[in-house]
T-cell receptor, first 113, second 112 residues
């Protein structure tokens, strides 16, 4: 597809379980971002990948959160031992470079019960 | 103090009105500015992108940047009910951290 693709679109998980969220960026885009949006709130930065550089992990809220980007394309955000406060929409964006427009996917709505 | 401040609203105006949405910021290194529109339960959609002071127009939308005042605006002319959404400003600096920093978003309703 032409846009940023995220899967699954919705995920319900039990507290304490691990979850993996996937992001397929736009082809050729070297920069990839993960954000979190809680109900009625703005976007909270989580992590940023740019090419082969070390990722900027400064927004990850705890060591239960991790992300990787394989082959400079697909990215996976993993949340271990999920907590109810992790419930949010997780958004992925990509851009051609750090100084160009960023385009978002539709997000993964995570609910921890 | 947040790096980017945006009035969360909600803002409600009649159809056809001119809407002004604003953000202020504190980091003088911010050089790239974006406006996103987000409909309920959807991802943010890029509306405008600019990297210089002044105005940029696209149809009914005008983005305005005043770097000296650290203030950006989005104007919507001839507003339509379909413009009802949350509008998010975002910005990025040219050195150091390259992440996008967002405002809280303004919820806008256009009443027919």
């Amino acid at each position: 597809g032409a846009g940023v693709s995220q899967s699954p679109s919705n995920k319900v998980t039990e507290k304490g379980k691990d979850v993996e969220l996937r992001c397929d960026p736009i082809s050729g885009h070297t920069a990839l971002y993960w954000y979190r949006q809680s109900l009625g709130q703005g976007l909270e930065f989580l992590i940023y990948f740019q090419g082969n550089s070390a990722p900027d992990k400064s927004g990850l809220p705890s060591d239960r959160f991790s992300a990787e980007r394989t082959g400079g394309s697909v990215s996976t955000l993993t949340i271990q031992r999920t907590q109810q406060e992790d419930s949010a929409v997780y958004l992925c964006a990509s851009s051609f470079g750090w100084n160009t427009e960023a385009f978002f996917g539709q997000g993964t709505r995570l609910t921890v019960v | 103090q947040k790096e980017v401040e945006q009035d969360p609203g909600p803002l409600s105006v009649p159809e056809g009105a001119i809407v002004s949405l604003n953000c202020t910021y504190s980091n003088s290194a911010f050089q790239y500015f974006m406006w996103y529109r987000q409909y309920s339960r959807k991802g943010p959609e890029l509306l405008m992108y600019t990297y210089s002071s002044g105005n940029k127009e696209d149809g009914r939308f005008t983005a305005q940047v005043d770097k000296s005042s650290k203030y950006i605006s989005l104007f919507i002319r001839d507003s339509q009910p379909s413009d009802s959404a949350t509008y998010l400003c975002a910005m990025r600096d040219i050195q150091g951290a390259q992440k996008l920093v967002f405002g809280q978003g303004t919820r806008l309703t256009i009443n027919p």
